[in-house]
């Protein structure tokens, strides 16, 4: 699991930003006209590279004239392929698409920390997606261009024509041309896919509203689509919409999508959307799920949304997992959700141990009088003399 240190992760993010941004090139070129002449000379380029280099440095025309003519170059083709189409769209005033690429730095530091800052579109602030000018010019030069591709896509190329659309209609559009051509069904497929795609928002957008209804993100390709995220928030909305269209969830299933995620909010949000589709959970797996969590209020949540999914589990196994707590608080809690637990049953002879866990009388016994109630059994004199010495 990635250790993550929250409290410098802001000023990180700045200045990779700012060493990122200060690495690609800047508009200080010629006007486009001078450069390329019309849009058109764009789809001619014999070299889209060095074509895509020398873009990158042009101004381009804050005009209607200009945006209309990069729509007239693509419906006026017979036939397209994806990088001259990618190529056009860079064209487009306002939309630095190749600054926008997403791109992850890691940074090492002490105690084996690392640190992952994603950065891309989701880093600038530009507003929502298909709320900038000329967003229409860019949906409208992808839908047409899509339907002029004559030959199959790259899984890079479909990954960048779906993350350039800047509406729900292109994305539909583009997903139906190129996903024939990359994705087989395979777990494989969907993750060079989605490897390709530059943003949460677009990657949630295709797997919930274009794969998930057509019985795409089944089996393995579910967590696929949920480590594919970048960010918790996006996983968590993956996990829910696939936990709701399904009858029941394998305990794997959330084993592995729980340690997708970065922070302990996320693996308790897995655990919400999911706990009651599971079936009977072992001592081992409530084990896992709170040696997940890094703090007490997130074992604390694993433990109460998965003690009623509970099987059988001795009192003895019940202490393991309470063991892995810091504080006497959460023991406490971690007792009274399993001891609430009608299956559970505690000897008289487990008391000593229970109680010993605690750090502090108090918490001693207030462990005592949640698992008392639960006994089986009574108390020796030999138990009680246990008792008494662990107080």
């Known amino acids: 699991m990635r250790a993550v240190a929250p409290l ?7 200045t990779a930003c700012e060493s990122t941004h200060r690495g690609r090139p800047t508009r200080d070129g010629p006007p486009f006209a001078e450069a390329f002449g019309t849009p058109a000379a764009l789809l001619a380029a014999d070299d889209v590279l060095a074509a895509r280099e020398r873009l990158a440095t042009v101004r381009l025309p804050d005009s209607k004239e200009h945006h209309e003519a990069l729509v007239a170059a693509v419906t006026g083709a017979d036939a397209i392929d994806a990088e001259r189409l990618l190529l056009l769209t860079e064209a487009v005033h306002g939309y630095e698409f190749l600054r926008g690429e997403s791109q992850t730095i890691v940074i090492r530091g002490d105690a084996d920390a690392e640190v992952f800052v994603a950065l891309g579109e989701a880093v600038r602030a530009e507003g929502p997606r298909g709320s900038r000018p000329y967003a229409k010019v860019v949906d409208t030069l992808l839908i047409e261009g899509c339907a002029r591709l004559d030959h199959a896509v790259s899984p890079s190329e479909a990954g960048r024509l779906l993350s350039r659309t800047r509406s729900a209609e292109a994305l539909r559009t583009v997903a139906a041309r190129v996903l024939p051509d990359v994705d087989d069904g395979s777990a494989a497929a969907l993750r060079g896919l989605l490897d390709e795609v530059t943003t949460d928002e677009v990657k949630l957008e295709l797997a919930l509203n274009e794969l998930l209804p057509a019985g795409g993100l089944e089996g393995e390709r579910a ?3 949920v480590e594919a995220m970048a960010f918790d928030g996006a996983r968590g909305e993956v996990v829910e919409a696939v936990a709701e269209r399904r009858a029941a969830i394998a305990v794997e299933d959330l084993v592995r999508w729980m340690d997708a995620m970065a922070f302990d909010s996320g693996r308790t949000g897995v655990l919400a959307a999911v706990a009651e589709k599971l079936p009977a959970v072992g001592a081992d797996d409530l084990r896992r799920a709170v040696s997940m969590m890094a703090f007490d209020s997130g074992r604390e949540k694993a433990i109460a949304h998965l003690a009623p999914r509970l099987g059988e589990v001795s009192f003895d196994e019940a202490i393991a997992t309470v063991e892995a707590f810091s504080f006497d608080a959460g ?10 637990e009608p299956a559970m049953r505690v000897r008289a002879r487990d008391l000593p141990r229970a109680v010993g866990i605690a750090a502090f009388d108090a918490g001693r016994a207030e462990i005592l009088s949640r698992v008392a109630p639960r006994l089986v059994d009574g108390v020796d004199v030999e138990t009680a003399r246990e008792l008494l010495g662990a107080m």
């Open 8 to 14: 410098v992760l802001f000023a990180l993010v700045l």
């Open 223 to 225: 967590t696929v689509a």
């Open 331 to 340: 023991r406490i809690a971690a007792f009274e959700s399993l001891c609430a």
